[in-house]
């Protein structure tokens, strides 16, 4: 009987240990994808400012905005895509970077909708010069990265609100 409790506790003690390893790893997990989108975002944003000219033309390509809102679409998207990638990778304002992070994606898709549903054959402009012409692939990226970013919230939020995240949340207390 003595045995049996001692062997009880011993898997309780694991599946607690088990616990904190997955939490950890689930944590370690949702930074790498914050770091990883942030340099996605970063690349970006480094490629628009080396020549602006030529993403304020891709945006007017799109046929969406005209005159100066192209232009300060153009200066609000670089900067917007600057700040995030900061952001994300120096580990500030995690929550908040990640949910506009998903507004800019959703904002991709829907200018690239539009793009697809008018049938213009237009280059995105995501990457400069390296980008490929609006279609499935092109609108798929970002909806995935958008729904990725929003489940790394989730999980950070799920996170924050048992106690387990390692930084203080903008919506819960942490550790």
Same mark, same amino acid.
């Given at each position: 009987?003595?045995?049996?409790i001692?062997?009880g506790?011993?898997?309780?003690?694991?599946?607690?240990?088990?616990?904190?390893?997955? *939490?950890?790893? =689930?944590?370690? =997990?949702?930074?790498?994808? $914050?770091?990883?989108?942030?340099?996605?975002?970063?690349m970006?944003?480094?490629?628009?400012?080396?020549?602006?000219?030529f993403?304020?033309?891709?945006?007017?390509?799109?046929g969406?905005?005209?005159?100066?809102?192209?232009?300060?679409?153009?200066?609000?998207?670089?900067?917007?895509?600057?700040?995030?990638?900061?952001?994300?990778?120096?580990?500030v304002?995690?929550?908040?970077?990640?949910?506009?992070?998903?507004?800019?994606? =959703?904002?991709?898709?829907?200018?690239?909708?539009?793009?697809?549903?008018?049938?213009?054959?237009?280059?995105?402009?995501?990457?400069?010069?390296?980008?490929?012409?609006?279609? =499935?692939? *092109?609108?798929?990226?970002?909806?995935?990265?958008?729904?990725?970013?929003?489940?790394?919230?989730?999980?950070?939020?799920?996170?924050?609100?048992?106690?387990?995240?390692? $930084?203080?949340? $903008?919506?819960? $207390?942490?550790?």
């Amino acid at each position: 009987m003595c045995r049996f409790i001692g062997l009880g506790i011993k898997g309780i003690y694991l599946n607690m240990a088990s616990s904190k390893v997955k *939490t950890a790893l =689930v944590v370690g =997990v949702c930074r790498c994808f $914050e770091i990883a989108v942030g340099c996605l975002l970063g690349m970006s944003a480094v490629i628009h400012y080396s020549n602006p000219y030529f993403f304020a033309e891709s945006i007017a390509a799109y046929g969406l905005l005209s005159g100066q809102q192209i232009l300060i679409a153009a200066t609000l998207i670089m900067s917007l895509c600057f700040v995030l990638a900061g952001s994300l990778i120096a580990g500030v304002w995690v929550d908040c970077s990640i949910l506009m992070t998903v507004g800019l994606f =959703v904002l991709f898709v829907v200018a690239q909708s539009f793009v697809l549903a008018l049938g213009k054959n237009i280059e995105s402009g995501c990457f400069g010069g390296a980008s490929s012409s609006v279609g =499935v692939k *092109t609108i798929a990226s970002p909806l995935l990265c958008a729904c990725a970013c929003c489940a790394v919230f989730w999980v950070r939020y799920k996170q924050s609100k048992e106690g387990k995240c390692q $930084e203080k949340s $903008e919506f819960g $207390e942490g550790v």
